[in-house]
T-cell receptor, first 114, second 109 residues
Framework: ETGVTQTPRHLVMGMTNKKSLKCEQH?????MYWYKQSAKKPLELMFV???????ENNSVPSRFSPECPNSSHLFLHLHTLQPEDSALYLC?????????????FGAGSRLTVL | GQNIDQPTEMTATEGAIVQINCTYQ??????LFWYQQHAGEAPTFLSYNVLDGLEEKGRFSSFLSRSKGYSYLLLKELQMKDSASYLCAVTDSNYQLIWGAGTKLIIKP
């Protein structure tokens, strides 16, 4: 496979569930990102990892917990979510962590919290 | 605060030309990106401008004026497959990427 792959593509969960989103990149990139995309709103940067080290956490609630076991894989663990967390969660990767780098995105995981 | 403005939605006719504008107010400037996102798909890179002027790539062109805080994406010979959202993003002085809310472009036959 090439590019950035996200699973699952769709997820429905109750507020008390625990689930995880997975992202995998086969581009040899050093940086990986989680973004939240809500309708008619700008992309919200959640977390940034550079060479498996978290370099940014944009005041994201602790019910979202990222994990980067290696430079090719990124997870977002979800626990006790709220209905307002329903959104499209996009994973992206880039050659470097600077905002001047082109991002390659996955197709996203559509999350619905009941 | 930092802000990127672009129209929420635009409609154009197949075969025509459309211009999608983006204005920005950011703390410094280190480049402007345009991404295309089809419904249910990943955003994909279209263009990057760091100097003033027009960059042309086939049917798509992107223009930048740093003094005016303004960019546009020009799409020529529109095709139905160009129906998508177009995202404008600016890299600020700290190399943080600031995103607009996107413009949904609807192409009609």
């Amino acid at each position: 496979e090439t590019g950035v792959t996200q699973t699952p593509r769709h997820l429905v969960m109750g507020m008390t569930n625990k689930k995880s989103l997975k992202c995998e990149q086969h581009l040899g990139h050093n940086a990986m990102y989680w973004y939240k995309q809500s309708a008619k709103k700008p992309l919200e940067l959640m977390f940034v990892y550079s060479l498996e080290e978290r370099v940014e956490n944009n005041s994201v609630p602790s019910r979202f917990s990222p994990e980067c076991p290696n430079s090719s894989h990124l997870f977002l663990h979800l626990h006790t979510l709220q209905p307002e967390d329903s959104a499209l969660y996009l994973c992206a990767s880039s050659q470097g962590v600077s905002g001047a780098n082109v991002l390659t995105f996955g197709a996203g995981s559509r999350l619905t919290v009941l | 605060g930092q802000n990127i403005d672009q129209p929420t939605e635009m409609t154009a006719t197949e075969g025509a030309i459309v211009q999608i504008n983006c204005t920005y107010q950011t703390s410094g400037f280190n480049g402007l990106f345009w991404y295309q996102q089809h419904a249910g798909e990943a955003p994909t890179f279209l263009s990057y401008n760091v100097l003033d002027g027009l960059e042309e790539k086939g049917r798509f062109s992107s223009f930048l004026s740093r003094s005016k805080g303004y960019s546009y994406l020009l799409l020529k010979e529109l095709q139905m497959k160009d129906s998508a959202s177009y995202l404008c993003a600016v890299t600020d002085s700290n190399y943080q990427l600031i995103w607009g809310a996107g413009t949904k472009l609807i192409i009609k036959p």
